[in-house]
């Protein structure tokens, strides 16, 4: 699967950004979706995942309750809505699709159960 993220940019502190990444190439439903970013100096972090059926999501502390994820099995794509931004939030983003063959709908936190990487884009928040 092929994954392309967009959406990025430059937000003030308290506004919001949607970012956006597409899938193509396979099966979106085959796949759990999952959001991560790394800060300069930093190692890539868990944002937020998504099952495959959507009705499961996780959230990381440090974003719960300001970003919420949601996917569109129809159109191939998984959405991460921003609210409340704030300066630390400043990072590169990635989507990432997790494959797994179990039947439970599963939304991992962990980076290695992803597979597949988009390759990211930049959201800045300006304090």
């Known amino acids: 699967v092929q994954l392309q993220a967009s959406g990025g940019g430059l937000v003030q502190a308290g506004g919001s950004l949607r970012v956006s990444c597409e899938a193509s190439?396979?099966?979106?439903?085959?796949?759990?979706m999952g959001w991560f970013r790394q800060a300069p100096g930093k190692e890539r972090e868990f944002v937020a995942s998504?099952?495959?059926?959507?009705?499961?999501?996780a959230y990381s502390d440090s974003v719960k309750g300001r970003f919420t994820i949601s996917r569109d099995n129809a159109k191939n794509t998984v959405d991460l809505q921003m609210d409340s931004l704030k300066s630390e939030d400043t990072a590169v983003y990635y989507c990432?699709?997790?494959?797994?063959?179990?039947?439970?709908?599963?939304?991992?936190?962990?980076?290695?159960?992803?597979?597949?990487w988009g390759q990211g884009t930049q959201v800045t928040v300006s304090s």
């Open positions: 998504v099952s495959r059926s959507g009705g499961r999501t």
């Open positions: 990432a699709a997790d494959l797994y063959f179990t039947l439970s709908d599963i939304a991992s936190t962990r980076r290695n159960d992803y597979d597949y």
């Open positions: 190439g396979d099966k979106f439903v085959k796949y759990a």
